[in-house]
Nanobody, 116 residues
Framework: QVQLVESGGGLVQPGGSFGLSCTAS????????MGWYRQAPGKERDGVAT???????VEDDSVKGRFTLSRDNTRRTVFLQMHNLKPEDTAVYFC??????????WGQGTAVTVSH
């Protein structure tokens, strides 16, 4: 089992910056992919950025050049640095981890609101 705990989230003005972090605990040695998804009001949950065990990054086109996903040396914590935020970035952001047999783990979600 893997548990994911997110921190960050809140209200930020358009053009501003914000950071989220997520720390995994439990059977973290089984994780081979970790990152963030988001779900905007009335929409499906979509991938934002993920990083695999080899350090390969996958980013959604909508965040390229604005968001940066990184992780610490233990590979148990991932960080999402968000810059030049737009109202359309408003969503609940979910930490995500993928384990053996494609088992998915999710955090509880943290809301990011981009508004004046």
């Amino acid at each position: 089992q893997v548990q994911l705990v997110e921190s960050g989230g809140g209200l930020v003005q358009p053009g501003g910056s914000f950071g989220l972090s997520c720390t995994a605990s439990g059977d973290t040695f089984t994780i081979y992919n970790m990152g963030w998804y988001r779900q905007a009001p009335g929409k499906e949950r979509d991938g934002v950025a993920t990083i695999d065990i080899s350090g390969n990054l996958v980013e959604d086109d909508s965040v390229k050049g604005r968001f940066t996903l990184s992780r610490d040396n233990t590979r148990r914590t991932v960080f999402l640095q968000m810059h030049n935020l737009k109202p359309e970035d408003t969503a609940v952001y979910f930490c995500y981890a993928l384990g053996p047999y494609d088992r998915q783990y999710w955090g509880q979600g943290t809301a990011v609101t981009v508004s004046h």
